[in-house]
């Protein structure tokens, strides 16, 4: 991960689960990442088991001209992306990974600009993970016309997976152990899909700034 929003976000994040796989929804407080707050939101997988947008900051809302609030969010990119990144959603929700989207996003009128997308798993009620933590930021340096022409078309360029404990953990040993990430990085693997490229990071904590305490 790239941009300041992410890497800030990841931080807060990495701080508040400690030794757990992931920290309960519960735990996060606003007031810590108000710098970074109109760049994050929420995810649900809902009974019917769709990705939903729970919560969106205004900056997000403001970039794409509309209100993300009850979307569902596989509806954000084009038809050919919509299974790969269903993939590395399922990886959060499922398996407690972290995952990093590199998204291309257009105007009508054929401007173009870039984003990076962060996914971090969230326990919301028992141990089961149902909300994704994520920051959806534009790279530097924003065209300026960002947020005054609405973003009608997003693909993906890149994914990249963090696996925790270097390996995707099944659903009992999460459950039971909640195992914490690895303390050094593994080795990464590349898979291309659609021509896109497909990193799934073996495990480990990245090396970012962390959050203010």
């Known amino acids: 991960m790239k941009n300041q929003a992410s890497t ?3 931080g807060y994040w990495n701080d508040l689960r400690g030794p757990r796989m992931a920290p309960n929804r ?3 407080e606003p ?11 929420i995810l649900e997988r809902n009974a019917n088991d769709q990705f939903m947008f729970r919560l969106a900051g205004t900056q997000i809302c403001e970039n794409f001209g509309r209100e993300f609030r009850g979307e569902q969010v596989l509806g954000l990119f084009e038809q050919g992306d919509r299974s790969n990144f269903e993939r590395i959603l399922r990886g959060t929700f499922f398996e407690g990974s ?3 989207v590199s998204v291309d996003a257009r105007t ?3 401007r173009t600009t870039s984003f990076e997308m962060l996914l971090l798993p969230l326990i919301h009620s028992g141990t089961a993970i149902t ?4 920051a959806f930021s534009p790279d530097e340096p924003c065209p300026e016309w960002l947020g005054t022409i609405p ?3 997003q693909s993906i360029r890149q994914i990249s997976m963090i696996w925790p404990d270097g390996h995707p953990p099944s659903m009992i040993e999460r459950n039971e152990h909640q195992l914490p990430f690895s303390q050094i990085p ?17 495990g480990g904590r990245s090396d970012v700034p962390q959050a203010d305490n």
């Open 8 to 10: 800030r976000l990841f």
């Open 26 to 28: 519960f735990e996060v």
């Open 31 to 41: 007031s810590r990442i108000t710098d970074i707050l109109a760049q994050t939101f």
């Open 98 to 100: 972290v995952g990093v």
């Open 108 to 110: 009508p009128d054929g």
């Open 131 to 134: 909300r994704v933590l994520g």
């Open 151 to 153: 973003l009608t078309s």
């Open 186 to 202: 593994g080795p990464k693997r590349v898979v291309s899909i659609d021509r896109r490229n497909f990193r799934v990071f073996e």
